[in-house]
């Protein structure tokens, strides 16, 4: 208890301590009164200002007053302008006069002219040579003095302003001294520390995702297809620096693009660094190159007209004032507030123009040897986890086994990712014309780099033609004519192999041409394991009939190149020039599809090639040239931000979704993964990948129709066989041209009752000839259920089937051509018989197909039809006819009084 008394008494005096020292510092701080909203405070005095300057530079030549500190705040909440100026002059003994101008937004703002001796600024007046200048002043303002200045320069993001202090001699009214400094508000799209942090973040994993699908698996076609589907590196880059270099374009940009390009500076190569900057100055030397070729002003260097000149009698005769803040800008770099072409993209970063090939190649070096570092690197870690049985022994063998060549593809590609940043900084070096030394080397780089790349990419496509089973076959190309939209008259291009000659199309010429052609079309080139071995890291992100595509996107990089370094000095050749580039490689690219990963189109086809399009035609108006006023500029750099940023989170969201599919493929051989849930989505995406990598397309889901509310099912009764006769129309016949069949279907005969006649009935006799109907028809009974006496009419007999036969009461006996007539073509039930068979003779009574016997047919049936009967002459057709009467046809029995003929085996 004892002990603890002198501990807490130690923590009890430190805590005193320290409050005490606390309200000694609070006692220290300087407040001053300020009038905010209508109501008076005490605020303190290092508060942020409103609107305070930034960095600093001369606009004049061989100036005799150097400043080395050039300030000012303007304070809105005290109306007060904190004024602060050091600096040394080669001036003996000459009074000054002093004006500051705001200019803002193309227009002059604020103007304030500041007698040294009536301000009493030290000595300040007169200046002495050699007598250093220090001197500051806090200046209160009225309302009417900042009218000038809208509400909205305090809180827009990067306030386009600019701050010009100028000192001239009143001995003979000559300007001695300008300097320019940038003003701000403290609010900027430039945050590299953060932003380009985050975006580093994202490439990072993108640089993982796709490094983890290309080691892991041990079958090289399934690595492959894994590896095409991961987000692509080169993509991610191509869309960084897409938004960076944007700003090499010899425009004259507001204020808010050179801030937001900023966070994107890393993904170029354009990294400052105090020690690499000192270097490469030295390397460079005192040549510092023409910035104005950029359209940027120069420091140390004649500006008369910078933020609109001034007035000399003016200067004279008014009194106003003004504020400033910042520090002396380094050799090289634009004048601050001037943001036109390259250079005042670069001077965020505060990298020259002269350094900027040097700083990116530098840069590009270490990004290399970090490549193959990691990569070897990483394989010792795995070894070392195997060793310390932290990790399976069977984990990642192929690429523990050749991780030399996975080193050495990784240092390819990139060399082919850096392809655009390389050629553009050396033909930038070119143009710029600095010292010899850069120059040589940017020679060099280029040289190599080109004829390097562009020897692999010709060698892979030689490879594959000539050890690929392709064949050069001869073809013409036609010159087709057509419509756009349906009304306006163009012309396309069309290959005889694919589009053979029509005569309906309109041709304006033709060409020889040739095609490459595979001698098997149908297997793949990703197939073959030798080539994707070689050259798998240009060809295997690309669909199977798509794998040249590195050839024209390494052509069209180097195109867009040439373009934007190599016309700095020529804006509008140089912006409608890539605009046509782009549009051209757009169309290009969405009818290729090149990658085989969907998503992959979907940023390089869409958003990045539209970003590029609107990028371009946004800038059209920015040249110098239209003298576009700077409200409606900042607009326009407004609208490309937007468009970049929305490229730039459709690019971070694509990361995501690629660094979890890229989870899924590494966890193919397991059956389940974590998150459970994505179990089944893991089984889509290989299903669609499958589909992808064989070139099928997509089965497009089942349209989903509106749900309609269910109603009760009806009890419908199930409906019974039958059937419903319309109509009847009778065709003419032959029989009606026949006078007799007409008076008996008329009615004429009413004695006569026709049924049909039986088999047996109508046997002709030895000498009569062929019968005319089929036997189908002939092997017919004919039944009715009419009562007998009852009239209906007769079926379709003819008058000749009549004079074929013969009635009688013997056997008749047929002609052996009749008799093989029939015997070729019975029918089913047909039976060859005498007219004085009967049904008894020709069926037997006790045959039955179930089993049962049939009932014997009464006798008064038997004797209708035999003993009724007596035989005719065969002339007996003819002598009736000659007389007009027809044979009396007897009715047969009815189908009530015979039993079913039975069914035979």
């Known amino acids: 208890m004892a002990s603890s008394i002198p501990r807490l008494s130690i923590w009890s005096i430190a805590f005193i301590l320290i409050s005490l020292s606390g309200l000694i510092t609070a006692s220290d ?19 942020q200002p409103a609107l305070y300057t930034l960095n600093f530079g001369s606009c004049m030549r061989d100036s005799t007053f150097t400043v080395d500190r050039f300030d000012a705040a303007y304070y809105k909440d005290n109306m007060t302008i904190l004024f602060n100026l050091d600096g040394v002059t080669t001036l003996q003994n000459v009074t000054s006069r002093m004006l500051i101008s705001v200019f803002a937004y193309g227009e002059d703002r604020f103007d304030l002219v500041v007698d040294p001796c009536q301000a009493m600024m030290g000595n300040a007046c007169p200046l002495e040579a050699g007598v250093r200048l220090e001197s500051s002043a806090m200046i209160p303002v009225g309302q009417s003095d900042v009218g000038g200045i809208p509400d909205l320069a305090f809180s827009i993001p990067d306030f386009e302003g600019q701050a010009i202090f100028r000192i001239f001699s009143n001995t003979d009214q000559s300007e001695i001294a300008c300097y320019s400094a940038v003003m701000t508000n403290g609010n900027s799209f430039s945050h590299p520390e953060w932003v380009g942090s985050i975006l580093g973040l994202f490439t990072f994993v993108a640089l993982i995702s796709s490094f983890a699908t290309a080691i892991y698996g041990e079958s090289i076609g399934e690595t492959r297809k894994h590896y095409a589907h991961s987000t692509s590196i080169m993509l991610v880059f191509a869309v960084w620096q897409h938004i960076y270099f944007s700003g090499a374009l010899s425009m004259n940009w507001p204020s808010v693009l050179p801030a937001f390009w900023s966070n994107y500076a890393w993904a170029g190569g354009i990294i400052y660094s105090g020690s690499m900057q000192n270097t490469i100055n030295n390397f460079v030397g005192p ?125 390819l590609r990139t060399f082919y990712i850096g392809f655009f940043v390389l050629m553009f900084l050396t033909l930038f070096q070119f143009t710029y014309l600095t010292s010899p030394g850069p120059l040589a080397v940017a020679c060099v780089i280029f040289l190599l780099t080109l004829a390097g790349l562009v020897s692999l990419v010709g060698y892979a496509c030689f490879y594959r033609i000539k050890f690929g089973g392709y064949t050069t076959e001869r073809d013409r190309l036609h010159i087709v004519g057509c419509k756009v939209l349906k009304v306006v008259p163009f012309y396309t291009f069309e290959r005889e192999s694919r589009y053979p000659r029509s005569e309906d199309k309109n041709y304006g010429a033709s060409f020889p041409w040739w095609r490459v052609r595979s001698a098997d079309e149908e297997k793949s080139i990703h197939a073959d394991e030798i080539f994707t071995k070689r050259f798998g890291w240009l060809a295997s992100r690309f669909r199977k009939n798509r794998w040249w595509f590195f050839t024209i996107w390494l052509a069209y990089e180097f195109v867009r190149a040439c373009f934007l370094a190599g016309a700095i000095s020529q804006p509008m050749v140089q912006v409608f020039g890539l605009l046509a580039v782009e549009v051209i490689a757009f169309i290009f690219i969405v009818i290729m599809r090149p990658y085989e990963g969907q998503r992959l189109n979907i940023l390089l086809v869409y958003f990045l090639g539209i970003s590029k399009i609107a990028t371009l035609a946004l800038s059209v108006p920015l040249a110098s040239r239209f003298n576009l006023e700077r409200i409606p500029a900042t607009v326009f750099g407004i609208v490309i931000i937007i468009v970049q940023g929305v490229l730039t989170i459709a690019t971070m969201i694509f990361i995501v979704l690629g660094a979890a599919t890229s989870y899924m493929s590494v966890m193919r051989n397991r059956e389940t993964i974590s998150p459970k849930r994505w179990i089944p989505i893991r089984e889509k995406y290989f299903h ?122 013997g056997r008749a006996s047929m002609s052996m051509e009749d008799s093989r007539d029939i015997k070729r073509s019975p029918s089913l039930n047909a039976h060859t018989a005498n007219s004085s ?59 009530n009084e015979i039993p079913p003929i039975p069914k035979l085996p």
């Open 688 to 809: 669609r990948m499958d589909l992808r990598s064989q070139g099928l397309p997509q089965p497009r889901p089942p349209r989903k129709t509106k749900s309609k509310p269910i109603e009760p099912p009806q009890e419908i009764e199930p409906k019974k066989p039958s059937f419903d006769v319309r109509s009847i129309r009778r065709m003419a016949k032959v029989e009606d041209e026949d006078p007799e069949f007409l008076n008996e279907i008329s009615g004429m005969d009413p004695s006569t009752s026709e049924v049909g006649l039986p088999e047996q009935a109508r046997v002709g006799s030895p000498t009569s000839n062929r019968l005319s109907r089929a036997s189908s028809v002939r092997s017919q009974w004919s039944y009715s259920s009419v009562p007998r006496g009852a009239r209906v009419h007769r079926a379709s007999w003819s008058a000749t089937d009549f004079s074929e036969l013969n009635y009688g009461t």
């Open 837 to 895: 068979d009967s049904i008894e003779k020709r069926v037997d009574p006790s045959y039955s197909p179930g089993g049962q016997s049939i009932p014997p047919i009464p006798a008064r049936v038997r004797s209708l039809s035999s003993s009724g009967s007596s035989p005719r002459p065969a002339s007996w057709r003819l002598s009736e006819s000659s007389s007009g009467a027809r044979p009396l046809l007897q009715t047969l029995y009815s189908t």
């Open 287 to 411: 040549n510092k190159g023409k910035p104005g070729i950029l359209g940027a002003a120069m420091t140390d260097s004649e500006n008369p007209t910078l933020g609109g000149g001034y007035d000399i009698n003016k200067l004279y005769t008014r009194d106003m004032q003004t504020k400033w803040h910042g520090d002396l800008v380094e050799s090289g770099l634009p004048l601050p507030g001037n943001n036109s072409g390259f250079a005042g993209t670069l001077s965020p970063t505060n990298v020259p123009a002269s350094n900027a090939f040097m700083t990116g190649f530098l840069w590009f070096l270490i990004l290399v040897v970090a490549v193959a570092g990691s990569v070897i690197l990483f394989k010792f870690v795995v070894e070392l986890l195997i060793k310390t049985k932290s990790l399976k022994r069977n984990r990642l063998t192929y690429f523990r086994a050749h991780y030399l060549t996975f080193t050495g593809l990784a240092v």
């Open 29 to 47: 701080d300087e407040y001053v009164e300020a009038r905010i909203d209508g109501v008076d405070y005490l605020v303190r005095d290092d508060r």
